[in-house]
């Protein structure tokens, strides 16, 4: 049954020392997760936020916690954000040896959480083969991680389609597909149609002049575009 395109705002666009508001804003406007970027300056060249405001943010908020790794120990760090709230922790491939990102995945699931594991734009889709078949989602970069405000990176949905064959093949039917990186009301449509279920925004929601209204509105133009790709499927 087909289920509605759901926004994932990124609180890296956030206004922090509003950021309270924010959250209630946009779980206001109908969001589905709230994206968390987590990044440690190693794996990825910024600094971002941790477990401190991951606890506050999930006392705060009935939002699924979408925490999503940018780190080169993820092993290591797993359990702190589990700890801390995290409903859905996402490691990157690229961090990992295919059996420890199968490792982590199991890590994950075990105590309790949804797993999903990212891959940058030029790191092959075949990168997930060892877990696809047991992942809840997999995101997809359209950016190079590690700054907001960046372009889509043009063709980031033909990988979209790529990785939602992967899991069919897999029998992995229920598996997300998640797309972070220049999503707004332009590319929303693109990825939409390829297979994403989950847009990550960060400057197309914050930023705006009307960022409930933006965050519906992107909203809107992925569910067009996702239910006109499904009928001419069935076509």
């Given at each position: 049954?087909?289920?509605?395109?759901?926004?994932?705002?990124?609180?890296?666009?956030?206004?922090?020392?509003?950021?309270?508001?924010?959250?209630?804003?946009?779980?206001?406007?109908?969001?589905?997760?709230?994206?968390?970027?987590?990044?440690?300056?190693?794996?990825?060249?910024?600094?971002?936020?941790?477990?401190?405001?991951?606890?506050?943010?999930?006392?705060?908020?009935?939002?699924?916690?979408?925490?999503?790794?940018?780190i080169d120990n993820p092993?290591?760090?797993?359990?702190?954000?589990?700890?801390?709230?995290?409903?859905?922790?996402?490691?990157?491939?690229?961090?990992?040896?295919?059996?420890?990102?199968?490792?982590?995945?199991?890590?994950?699931?075990?105590?309790?959480?949804?797993?999903?594991?990212?891959?940058?734009?030029?790191?092959?889709?075949?990168?997930?083969?060892?877990?696809?078949?047991?992942?809840?989602?997999?995101l997809v970069m359209s950016?190079?991680?590690?700054?907001?405000?960046?372009?889509?990176?043009?063709?980031?949905?033909?990988?979209?389609?790529?990785?939602?064959?992967?899991?069919?093949?897999?029998?992995?039917?229920?598996?997300?597909?998640?797309?972070?990186?220049?999503?707004?009301?332009?590319?929303?449509?693109?990825?939409?149609?390829?297979?994403?279920?989950?847009?990550?925004?960060?400057?197309?929601?914050?930023?705006?002049?009307?960022?409930?209204?933006?965050?519906?509105?992107?909203?809107?133009?992925?569910?067009?575009a996702r239910l006109a790709?499904?009928?001419?499927?069935?076509?």
């Amino acid at each position: 049954m087909y289920q509605p395109v759901r926004i994932a705002p990124s609180i890296l666009s956030a206004d922090f020392m509003n950021l309270g508001a924010d959250i209630a804003m946009i779980e206001a406007a109908g969001a589905g997760f709230v994206h968390i970027d987590v990044m440690d300056g190693h794996f990825v060249p910024n600094l971002t936020m941790g477990v401190p405001l991951l606890k506050q943010l999930k006392a705060a908020t009935s939002l699924v916690c979408d925490v999503h790794l940018m780190i080169d120990n993820p092993l290591t760090e797993i359990p702190w954000f589990i700890d801390a709230g995290a409903d859905l922790v996402n490691v990157h491939a690229e961090a990992l040896t295919a059996d420890e990102l199968v490792c982590a995945v199991a890590m994950i699931h075990e105590a309790g959480c949804k797993a999903a594991a990212a891959l940058k734009p030029k790191t092959p889709v075949s990168a997930l083969d060892p877990v696809i078949d047991r992942l809840d989602m997999a995101l997809v970069m359209s950016v190079e991680p590690g700054f907001s405000g960046q372009s889509y990176i043009a063709g980031s949905d033909r990988r979209v389609a790529e990785v939602a064959a992967r899991a069919r093949a897999a029998g992995n039917e229920s598996m997300l597909i998640q797309v972070d990186g220049g999503i707004g009301e332009v590319t929303a449509p693109l990825v939409a149609a390829a297979g994403a279920d989950v847009l990550v925004c960060g400057n197309a929601v914050f930023k705006a002049p009307d960022p409930a209204l933006a965050l519906q509105t992107v909203q809107a133009a992925a569910d067009v575009a996702r239910l006109a790709a499904l009928a001419g499927g069935e076509a």
